[in-house]
Nanobody, 123 residues
Framework: QVQLVEFGGGLVQAGDSLRLSCVAS????????MAWFRQAPGKEREFVAS????????HYVDSVKGRFTISRDDAKNTVYLQMNSLKPEDTAVYYC????????????????WGQGTQVTVSS
């Protein structure tokens, strides 16, 4: 059974940092693209960042470029999202996602989702 479990959310102040972790099980982690999405109150879920199977290529939404970094540790079946210089507009539930296909990641329809972790940034 595929499971993606996120950790690391919380309440922080603007300018602070947080690192989210997502631990995967039930599939061959090294074969999948991994990604982070987020959903703010009253808004649709949006793509945040993705990383290739090898970890050699990453992609970010423009609003987080230069502030967020996605990485993966295949030995630990874990993907991370380091978030620096957080802003109130980063407040959202953050979801981890996995798929064999980058196209499904790109379209926001990956096969596997975590349950989400809340990130709240106060001004």
């Amino acid at each position: 059974q595929v499971q993606l479990v996120e950790f690391g959310g919380g309440l922080v102040q603007a300018g602070d940092s947080l690192r989210l972790s997502c631990v995967a099980s039930g599939f061959t982690f090294g074969n999948d693209w991994m990604a982070w999405f987020r959903q703010a109150p009253g808004k649709e879920r949006e793509f945040v960042a993705s990383i290739t199977k090898s970890g050699g290529w990453t992609h970010y939404v423009d609003s987080v470029k230069g502030r967020f970094t996605i990485s993966r540790d295949d030995a630990k079946n874990t993907v991370y999202l380091q978030m620096n210089s957080l802003k109130p507009e980063d407040t959202a539930v953050y979801y981890c996602a996995a798929d064999l296909s980058f196209d499904r990641i790109r379209r926001g329809t990956p096969d596997y989702w975590g349950q989400g972790t809340q990130v709240t940034v106060s001004s």
